[in-house]
């Protein structure tokens, strides 16, 4: 059964940085898509940036393009999220996801979630 492992969260001021993990177990985990989709209060989860199996194809949401950037270790079985100029707005609890279908460029539908990490920023 695959986990997946969050790290990295915190509170930042507001034109910071901070850098998300997201670490797969299993043999087989490095066949899958992998990505990020993040929460805030009272709001529904929404997509932020997927890799595809091969880490060749990146897609982003459009409120973080230009300042998140993602990325996989193959060996490691590890997805990566760069959040460059956070803004009070991209506060939320960012979840990794697995996507449900193998060697595919899409992360959806999503086949496994991890249990999330904070990202508090402050203006």
């Known amino acids: 059964q695959v986990q997946l492992v969050e790290s990295g969260g915190g509170l930042v001021q507001a034109g910071g940085s901070l850098r998300l993990s997201c670490a797969a177990s299993g043999r087989t985990a490095s066949r899958y898509a992998m990505g990020w989709f993040r929460q805030a209060p009272e709001k529904e989860r929404e997509f932020v940036a997927s890799t595809s199996t091969s880490g060749t194809t990146t897609v982003y949401g459009d409120s973080v393009k230009g300042r998140f950037s993602i990325s996989r270790d193959i060996a490691k079985n590890t997805v990566y999220l760069q959040m460059n100029s956070l803004k009070p707005e991209d506060t939320a609890v960012y979840f990794c996801?697995?996507?449900?279908?193998?060697?595919?460029?899409?992360?959806?539908?999503?086949?496994?979630w991890g249990q999330g990490t904070q990202v508090t920023v402050s203006s």
């Open positions: 996801a697995r996507s449900s279908n193998q060697y595919t460029t899409t992360l959806q539908p999503v086949g496994s």
